[in-house]
Nanobody, 115 residues
């Protein structure tokens, strides 16, 4: 298992910005990918953005143009810059690491966007 420590959630108004951080116990070079997922109340967990050890990036359609994922592969740290936030972005955001031992998850950080 990979240990993940998240930070950066909070309460923000519509149109505001937040930055999430996730630090892994391993470098990204030793994993397949890291990324962010979110889960709103009563909904399934969904992909937000991922970045592979080779630098390939994928976004959910709902966040393209507003969110930016970046990472420090040598440090095993991944960031999610969230701009132009909407109330529908309200959810618990989970950091994910995919490696040879499977998926590891952080404890989650709450993001709440008020209208």
């Amino acid at each position: 298992q990979v240990q993940l420590l998240e930070s950066g959630g909070g309460l923000v108004k519509t149109g505001g910005s937040l930055r999430l951080s996730c630090a892994a116990s391993r470098t990204l070079f030793t994993m397949h990918a890291m990324g962010w997922y979110r889960q709103a109340p009563g909904m399934q967990r969904e992909l937000v953005a991922t970045i592979t050890s080779g630098g390939s990036i994928r976004y959910a359609d709902s966040v393209k143009g507003r969110f930016t994922i970046s990472g420090d592969a040598a440090q095993g740290t991944v960031y999610l810059q969230m701009n132009s936030l909407k109330p529908e972005d309200t959810a618990v955001y989970y950091c994910n690491a995919r490696s040879g031992v499977g998926d590891s998850w952080g404890q989650g950080t709450q993001v709440t966007v008020s209208s």
